[in-house]
């Protein structure tokens, strides 16, 4: 008769999975982290071998058949299973079972990718400022140029012109200052409005070519946020997918709860995901996405997503990429408010 030991209430309170084996490796214990891990609960998986109830690494098969002396203490690193990627300890018990554990890597992950935003938005910063540097002297004196032409013109064609010089010359300047430095008006945004106008306008330049699915958690509250600087955010996005050769986007929304950008007074965030089945990524620029002036395409000026992730993170968000089998997932992260700012 399999040995079913009950899961006490204090491993089902762990992050950790916890999976124990008889020497076969048939499940006789298991906590709750470890039913989100495989995907299978443990009142189907007790009694059963584990590779029979769950897709498990090839890795941990030749781990949990190796002999004692090998499989003690042994660690495996960012191993993929149904519910995340996992690092995973086995431990060899004296009674012949084997002790599993099951560290997700989900925290780290998106510790990392918060990393990596600073580094990137740090980067488009230090790019803004050299290029004010290197463009404003020059323009500057284009515009000093033309407004002495135009105090020494009479009234006519030439002296518009002189002045029209001078009008563009302090537009570009103001652009340059603004460039990678979003100016934020934050109020109530219903996201739902902001994703059909950035649909109305790919319809426009795409036509017959944009498919698109929507998968949409009608019960997303509004969120406080720039609604324009959102919605040019969503529109690289879609464009983007648009523009990688795909037959079809689908755009997907979400809430997550448990501290999913890591902020201590956050506990829900809304995650907008616009997944395309195109080309994908060159796996070389996969790690480089988000960087200034990094595009895939020889027409790409390699700005948009860094000025996305730029406007993701003055909100509090961060903005994702993963590669798929077939296509490109990304994700925008935006804190939603919690009950004290709502009120």
Known sequence: MVDQAPVSGTLDLL???????????RLIQM???????LLVSRDRAMGRLICEVAEVPVELKKAIHSPPGIRQGLRLHELRFGGGIYDCTIQAIDDGTLLLELNNLEWEQMRLRLQQREVQTGMLDLLSRNLAHEVRNPLGGIRGAAQMLAAELEPGELCTLARLIMRESDRIDELILSFGQPELVRQAVDIYPLLDEAIDLLAAEFGDQLRLERDYDPSIPSIRADATAIRQVMLNLLRN??????????????????GALLQSDQNSVLRLDVIDDGQGVPESLQSLLFLPLVSGRRDGAGLGLSLSQQIAAAHGGLLTFEALDQGSCFSLYLPLANSSEAS
Request: hydrophobic share 35%; aromatic share 0%.
């Open 241 to 258: 997918a648009c523009q990688a050769n795909s037959s079809l986007v689908l755009i997907r929304t979400r809430v997550e709860h448990g």
């Open 31 to 37: 906590n709750a982290a470890a039913e989100n891990c």
């Open 15 to 25: 992050d950790t999975g916890v999976v124990r084996l008889d020497g076969t490796g």
